[in-house]
């Protein structure tokens, strides 16, 4: 299942939601919330996760960056976002985990496989920790 929006394509498949962001998107907070309808027009009540290729380059202003942070459905159980070797894209991506503190577990991977594999992992922990 496919959707576009005006700042990303959308591609949801095996409980991963793949956001492909395009090259020079304005990331908005109007076009995030574009987005986030997308994606639960996509994934309606399943369990998911997110992978972003966080590799375009694309500006991210503050207010949106916290909006993103604080923008979390019950059904996300996870976030990866892959960079590339691009120092401003990493350098975006770390200051909004480490100041902005995304309410999703999300965590920055240099290739998509490994992103897979650690959301697939988590996708299948329990929803409920043992005692």
């Known amino acids: 299942m496919k959707k576009e929006t005006s700042n990303s394509f959308l591609e949801y498949s095996n409980q991963i939601l793949f956001v492909r962001i395009k090259e020079?998107?304005?990331?908005?907070?109007?076009s995030m919330r574009e987005q986030y309808n997308?994606?639960?027009?996509?994934?309606?009540?399943?369990?998911?996760?997110?992978?972003?290729?966080?590799?375009?380059?694309?500006?991210?202003?503050?207010?949106?960056?916290?909006f993103m942070a604080n923008h979390s459905p019950s059904n996300r159980k996870a976030t990866a976002i892959v960079t590339n070797k691009n120092l401003a894209t990493r350098?975006?991506?770390?200051?909004?985990?480490?100041?902005?503190?995304?309410k999703v577990l999300t965590k920055l991977?240099?290739?998509?496989?490994?992103?897979?594999?650690?959301?697939k992992n988590e996708l299948d922990k329990t929803e409920y920790p043992q005692q």
């Open 24 to 30: 020079g998107a304005e990331m908005t907070i109007e």
């Open 38 to 66: 997308a994606q639960l027009e996509l994934v309606k009540n399943n369990k998911y996760a997110v992978l972003v290729d966080g590799t375009s380059n694309v500006a991210v202003p503050s207010e949106t960056r916290v």
């Open 109 to 119: 991977f240099k290739t998509e496989s490994d992103a897979i594999r650690w959301l």
């Open 91 to 102: 350098l975006i991506a770390n200051f909004y985990l480490k100041v902005n503190k995304p």
